[in-house]
């Protein structure tokens, strides 16, 4: 799932040939948009419960940082609500590293005497 997320060439599914057709590049582009708005959030929800589940937890966390990547810019195909359930899946990753004694992000709590 990872490989299409970070796809590369302007990322899955995003057109790369040249538009010669006007009309229909513009809509087989526009296809590939909707597409990605429709798959894209929906494989980050998957990846993160097979994480979650697995107990993976310092992955889910990494995939935060990939949907809020400037580079793969993948925050940019979820709707808001979309968007809110992720950071309510990542609320749910941080609450159960603190309940291994770990912080919020997957690190080590404890003091160095």
Same mark, same amino acid.
Do not use: W
């Given at each position: ?7 590369p060439?302007?990322?899955w599914?995003?057109d790369q040939r040249p538009?010669?057709d006007?009309?229909e590049?513009?809509s087989?582009?526009?296809?590939l948009? #909707?597409? $990605?708005?429709?798959? *894209?959030?929906l494989m980050?929800?998957? &990846? ?7 107990? @993976?937890?310092?992955q ?5 940082d ?6 793969y810019q ?7 609500d979309e968007?809110q359930k992720?950071?309510? #899946?990542f $609320?749910?990753?941080? *609450? ?5 004694? &770990?912080?919020p992000?997957?690190y080590?709590?404890t @003091?160095?005497?």
């Open positions: 799932i990872y490989n299409v997320l970070l796809f060439d302007g990322g599914m995003v538009e010669e006007e009309v590049g513009s087989r582009s526009h296809q948009e #909707l597409l $990605r708005q429709l798959c *894209l959030p980050c929800v998957l &990846l993160h419960n097979v994480l979650h589940s697995t107990e @993976q937890y310092k889910c966390l990494q995939l935060a990939v949907i809020s990547s400037e580079q993948l925050y940019k195909v979820f709707r808001k968007l992720m950071l309510s #899946l $609320r749910d990753t941080s *609450l159960a590293l603190l309940g291994s004694n &770990l912080d992000l997957g080590d709590m @003091q160095k005497s």
